[in-house]
C-alpha cells in the first residue's frame, strides 16, 4: 500500500505563490509516476503536472506551464509542486496521485492512490 497526504494549500491573494507538498508513504518503491490533479467546484478534476519517480521527467498541462513547477526528493519521498503567478483560475482542491504503471496522465485510469486533498484558493 502507498499512502499519500496533501500539505501547503491556503489563501493567496493573485499574484502570490503557493508551495503544495505530497508526501508519499509506505510501498514507495512501486511508484512510477506520481501527478497533482486539481477540481474546481462544479469542473472535473483535471491534470496539473507530472513527474516520473524514477526519472524526474515532467509533463504539464498548458494552464500551469510556465507558472508551476513540479519537483520529487527521493530522500524524503516527497513530490512538490511550486505555484507562482497564480490567478483567481487556479482556485481548487489539488489532489496527488500515485500510479505503479505506465499510464498516461490525462487517462481516465490514472492513479492507484490518492490523496485527500489540499484546498488552494486564489482572491482577485
Known amino acids: 500500500q502507498v499512502q499519500l497526504v496533501e500539505s501547503g494549500g491556503g489563501l493567496v491573494q493573485t499574484g502570490g505563490s503557493l508551495r503544495l507538498s505530497c508526501t508519499v508513504s509506505?510501498?514507495?518503491?512501486?511508484?512510477?509516476?506520481v501527478a497533482w490533479f486539481r477540481q474546481a467546484p462544479g469542473k472535473e478534476r483535471e491534470f496539473v503536472a507530472g513527474?516520473?519517480?524514477?526519472?524526474?521527467?515532467?509533463t504539464y498541462a498548458a494552464a500551469v506551464k510556465a507558472r508551476f513547477t513540479i519537483s520529487r526528493d527521493i530522500a524524503k519521498n516527497a513530490v512538490d509542486l511550486q505555484m507562482n503567478s497564480l490567478k483567481p483560475a487556479d482556485t481548487a482542491v489539488y489532489y496527488c496521485?500515485?500510479?505503479?504503471?505506465?499510464?498516461?496522465?490525462?487517462?481516465?485510469?490514472?492513479?492507484?492512490?490518492w490523496g485527500q486533498g489540499t484546498q488552494v484558493t486564489v482572491s482577485s
Open positions: 496521485a500515485a500510479d505503479r504503471g505506465s499510464r498516461p496522465y490525462l487517462g481516465a485510469d490514472y492513479g492507484d492512490y
Open positions: 509506505g510501498r514507495a518503491f512501486s511508484t512510477i509516476t
Open positions: 513527474i516520473s519517480w524514477t526519472t524526474g521527467s515532467t
